[in-house]
């Protein structure tokens, strides 16, 4: 079941070179979805009744591009199906002709708030979105940190980067992955595709270190990132980066 609003980017939500932020990005996104799930009984706040959250664990995303301040967009979300552990919801950005400016894959899984381990997928719950069961799961790339990166710096997990499953929210992961890139290199290129996989939650108080690789081919940039929390990967990113002047 698909389900879409129109909304108006604003220029809080855009960068400097008036591009929208992938912060911004995702958070519209979840928004949208939490809308649809509300209709379902399925969102936040009524899992959380239940002990239970939606917990994302890939994204597959692709960028022809980034919306302008004050540029009307068609937001779109659709439950795609599911497997006995993995549920599947795909998103998109268009502009108002309906041309697709950013789609995004994503995979998702319920989690017990309280062990804080995942349980298996509500199949009720996913007949109340009309989400399909699947035979056949979709295929995400396969993403493993590098043995070296060029740089690095720590963070700390604040109280107001977390979400209602309480850990690090996934869009603020983003700031992390973009705040080591030099500002000139944000001037001149923007994004192409992005992989990103989560592998472990990161909790309040935690000080994970962000770290970067990149790589020229051809005309595309490609910056590798990981996320460690001591010595385990929280996230693993993969970056395409394409010129500006070549959108």
């Avoid at 068609?74 to 950013?102: C, H, P, V």
């Avoid at 001149?188 to 989560?198: E, G, M, N, P, S």
């Avoid at 108080?205 to 962000?210: Q, T």
């Amino acid at each position: 079941m698909k389900y879409t609003e129109n909304r108006k980017i604003e220029y809080n939500e855009c960068d400097e070179c008036g591009q929208l932020k992938l912060t911004a990005m995702m958070d519209l996104l979840m928004q949208v979805s939490e809308r649809q799930l509300q209709l379902a009984q399925a969102s936040a706040s009524d899992l959380v009744g239940r002990g239970l959250g939606w917990v994302v664990t890939q994204y597959h995303i692709e960028v022809t591009r980034l919306p302008k301040p004050l540029e009307e967009v068609i937001i779109g979300t659709e439950a795609i199906g599911y497997n006995r552990f993995l549920a599947y919801r795909d998103f998109w950005i268009a502009d108002q002709a309906g041309e697709k400016l950013i789609t995004v894959n994503s995979q998702w899984v319920l989690f017990d708030l309280e062990k804080r381990k995942m349980v298996p997928t509500d199949e009720t719950l996913m007949q109340n979105i009309k989400a399909p069961l699947l035979k056949k799961m979709p295929r995400f790339p396969r993403l493993r940190p590098l043995e070296q990166y060029d740089r690095g710096q720590t963070y700390r997990v604040t109280y107001y980067d977390l979400d209602t499953n309480h850990h690090l929210t996934n869009s603020h992961y983003f700031n992390w992955l973009i705040d080591l890139l030099d500002r000139e290199f944000l001037h001149q290129y923007t994004v192409k595709t992005i992989d990103l996989k989560f592998d472990q939650e990161l909790k309040y108080g935690m000080c994970p270190e962000s770290l970067i690789k990149l790589e020229q081919q051809d005309q595309i940039v490609i910056s590798h990132h990981v996320i460690k929390n001591d010595a385990n990967e929280a996230a693993v990113c993969r970056i395409e980066w394409q010129n500006l002047d070549k959108e």
